[in-house]
């Protein structure tokens, strides 16, 4: 794993020790990601600097060192990620000629891209991967990223120059560096928690799509070509596997997964696993441990606050697997201690909470292994989340009943206050208090109000449902996928429609993105073995009831774990990864939050409508509302913003 930067200056008038000194001091600001050794290497005459920071995973010798150049000095490249399948790539390379000099993925890539180009070696690569390659025959730039969006790209024009790099810290390290705040990204992000992709916070600068190669040749704009698309498959593949039966389908699925758990155990350093005794992490695990020789070094942290550790569930499926488990207790001042280094961390504004325990339980497993296999991307994949339970069972009933109806009861569950229902549940059967709470009550009004299908979705994932009306400047956020009447006629069922948007938003712009900071911020390499693109395909087939049966999401999946470990050990309610922010803000953290959201301070940054943001702020601390998540993005952007203004 690795980190890269380049750059081209347009009008080619840059000599190249600057060329070598600006590409140095962008790759420097990427470190972290790659503390192991690095690199520069220019083309003068096109105004080409490509840099490179190494963590040296496979081939830890100095063959494996980039800037790398084909055998036949044609291509430079400047890698980020693994290819798992390399050796088997490696084979047919030689078979047709091709000499290697070191053991390392990264040559396997450069001379599959010389000898086969760039598309048909993309279509056969399975990993995490982004990368910048230079043609110097033909004097042209390509920009590639894995098909699930795994390792981060992000490029754009400033200042006469064409910029990329695998952070944004790098591209603000380049002189020409002249981009602000793009207001319409700033409303999407209050949506959301983060800033979808191609978006990113700065007007000009963009992330490269998952499953997407740039082309830029000289004189002319960049054009973007796509090599995978989960769409087509889904549209294409919907209920594919339907003539399977249940154990003929959970073979496959066991057999697809072993491969992709086999691979990503390569390493020639200390590897483990994270294991939060949930479904995902528990599969990945199990999976590991069969194939090993030794016991897994497992890493779980757990908190005080009972609600939110789930440290005993993982401690008992590590005992039954027989891993080498390690467990650390976290305190509250521990996790909040992690909050001021997160805007430097994430380079963006990221509002998504549960990016404390990632980074802790990085940082944690760092202290034993380089390479950490985790269980994201199980949720999106294989339909986990309560909105895919939802769309395929309680939803097609509850929107037979008139909408006015609806809104009218979505109005009186509205009407009391989280903690009061908090409060009436406390006096229900000790089983149903974990399933019935305040935050579910008006969840479960926002559902109630709901027009269709897609606002639905909408409703669900958004934090702020009108991000226009809190940003100060007249910002637009742009498209809406859920509100694209052709995703609607390619995938007219809802669950498969959710799961899709889910695959290609939420999992690559969150979740990927949060286990990728927060573990490079260490110098973790972080593999993710449940969306092995093969696995996403074989998935985006499935039926229905394959995925949610008898109201139990990932259901398939879960037939596979139960063949490792027993039912009883991961059968418990879906708890998430999270930390106590409700409280935290009413608490300990009031008096930071307050300093943020200060009606002057507001007022004079210029971002923010104050008045929303200060009634959303009185509500939370007056018990009467939860919005912890609409602060935190508030919040988050604020913190970036103090972070990323003095060096801008």
């Not at 794993?1 to 990427?30: H, K, S, V």
């Not at 200390?270 to 590991?288: H, I, K, Y």
């Not at 805007?343 to 990085?362: C, G, H, N, R």
């Not at 034993?368 to 994201?376: E, R």
């Amino acid at each position: 794993m690795c980190g890269f930067a380049g750059f081209i200056d347009l009008a080619r008038r840059t000599p190249e020790e600057i060329l070598l000194a600006r590409a140095e001091g962008m790759a420097a600001r990427l470190y972290h990601r790659g503390p192991d050794g690095d690199g520069v290497w220019t083309d003068a005459g096109a105004g080409l600097a490509l840099g490179h920071r190494r963590l040296a995973i496979l081939d830890l010798s100095s063959t494996g060192y980039q800037p790398m150049a084909s055998a036949d000095g044609r291509h430079v490249i400047v890698y980020n990620g693994e290819v798992y399948n390399f050796s088997e790539l490696r084979a047919e390379l030689e078979v047709e000629g091709v000499a290697f000099r070191g053991s390392c993925d990264t040559e396997v890539v450069v001379e599959a891209i010389a000898a086969w180009g760039l598309e048909r070696a993309l279509g056969r690569m399975v990993g995490m991967f982004a990368l910048a390659l230079w043609d110097k025959a033909e004097r042209v730039l390509y920009l590639a990223r894995d098909r699930l969006g795994i390792k981060p790209l992000y490029w754009g024009a400033c200042g006469g120059h064409f910029l990329f790099a695998s952070g944004i810290k790098a591209l603000r390290a380049h002189p020409a560096w002249t981009a602000g705040v793009d207001l319409e990204a700033l409303a999407t992000y209050l949506r959301f928690g983060y800033v979808p992709s191609p978006r990113s916070i700065y007007t000009g600068i963009s992330k490269l799509d998952p499953g997407t190669f740039l082309t830029l040749r000289e004189g002319g704009e960049a054009e973007i070509q796509r090599y995978w698309d989960l769409r087509e498959i889904t549209s294409s593949t919907c209920a594919r596997q339907g003539d399977l039966d249940d154990t003929e389908a959970a073979d496959q699925l066991d057999d697809l997964l072993r491969h992709a758990v086999k691979g990503r155990m390569a390493a020639d350093v200390p590897l483990g696993a994270f294991l939060s005794g949930g479904v995902d992490s528990s599969t990945v695990t199990a999976l590991m441990q069969a194939q090993s020789s030794h016991p897994v070094k497992t890493f779980s942290i757990g908190f005080s606050e009972s609600a939110f550790d789930e440290s005993s569930e993982a401690a008992a499926v590590a005992r039954h697997l027989g891993t080498d488990h390690t467990e650390l207790i976290v305190s509250p001042a521990d996790a909040r201690a992690v909050i001021p280094h997160l805007p430097d961390i994430y380079d963006e504004p990221f509002a998504d909470s549960s990016q404390i325990p990632t980074y802790l339980v990085s940082r944690l497993a760092r202290g034993q292994v380089s390479v950490a296999l985790s269980g994201d991307g199980g949720d999106e994949i294989f339909a986990g989340y309560n909105r895919h339970r939802l769309a395929a069972g309680p939803w097609p009933r509850l929107e037979r009943v008139p909408l006015a109806l609806r809104r009218l009861a979505s109005s009186s569950l509205r009407g009391l206050p989280p903690a009061l229902w908090d409060f009436l549940f406390s006096l229900s059967p000790k089983r149903l208090r974990h399933v019935l709470t305040g935050d579910r009550m008006h969840k479960l009004a926002l559902v109630l109000s709901s027009a269709n299908g897609a606002d639905l979705y909408g409703r669900l994932v958004s934090q702020w449902p009108d991000p226009e009306s809190l940003v100060i400047e007249d910002a637009r956020e742009g498209e809406r996928i859920w509100d694209d009447p052709e995703l609607v006629r390619d995938l007219p069922d809802l669950m498969a429609r959710m799961r899709y948007m889910d695959t290609v938003g939420y999992l690559p712009d969150d979740i990927l993105t949060k286990l990728d900071r927060a573990s490079m911020a260490v110098s973790l390499e972080a593999r993710v073995p449940l969306i092995d693109h093969r696995v996403a395909e074989f998935a985006a087939g499935l039926p229905p009831d394959m995925l949610i049966r008898d109201g139990c999401g990932k259901w398939l999946l879960r037939q596979v774990l139960h063949r490792y470990v027993p039912e009883k050990l991961v059968t418990r309610p879906k708890t998430g990864f999270g930390v106590p922010l409700d409280s935290w803000l009413r608490g300990p953290l009031r008096d930071w939050a307050e300093g943020l959201l200060s009606r002057s301070r507001l007022k004079e940054e210029g971002f923010f409508a104050p008045a929303p943001v200060r009634r959303a702020w009185k509500e939370h601390l007056s018990g009467r509302r939860n919005h912890q998540h609409k602060l935190w993005a508030v919040l988050m952007f604020q913190a970036w913003r103090t972070d990323e203004r003095p060096s801008n």
